[in-house]
Nanobody
Framework: QVQLVESGGGLVQAGGSLRLSCAAS????????MGWFRQAPGKEREFVAA????????DYADSVKGRFTISRDNTKNTVYLQMNSLKPEDTAVYYC?????????????????WGQGAQVTVSS
């Protein structure tokens, strides 16, 4: 079955950087829009960023715009999330997800496949 596997999470000080990767298998990767979401303890899963199947268009939550960058490499079936200027409020489990809706979406229900998540902890 389809697998999405995140990596690159960890503990970082405020102001630091991390890069998350999400490798897809058993998926026609280049046909899917890809998204990153996060979920903090006691909170609902929220949209972070998304990228079209071609990589030609992106979308970001206001809370991360200017600090995070989503990208993809269709030759490697991998999507990335570069996170700079991290803040303690960025602490969460980060999930990648795949969607084949016609347009980019910020809605959890628009995504068909999900990874297991990667913990990101930002200390103050």
């Amino acid at each position: 079955q389809v697998q999405l596997v995140e990596s690159g999470g960890g503990l970082v000080q405020a102001g630091g950087s991390l890069r998350l990767s999400c490798a897809a298998s058993r998926l026609t990767f280049s046909s899917y829009h890809m998204g990153w979401f996060r979920q903090a303890p006691g909170k609902e899963r929220e949209f972070v960023a998304a990228i079209t199947w071609s990589g030609g268009s992106t979308d970001y939550a206001d809370s991360v715009k200017g600090r995070f960058t989503i990208s993809r490499d269709n030759t490697k079936n991998t999507v990335y999330l570069q996170m700079n200027s991290l803040k303690p409020e960025d602490t969460a489990v980060y999930y990648c997800a795949a969607s084949n809706t016609p347009r980019l979406s910020r809605m959890v229900r628009a995504y068909d496949y999900w990874g297991q998540g990667a913990q990101v902890t930002v200390s103050s």
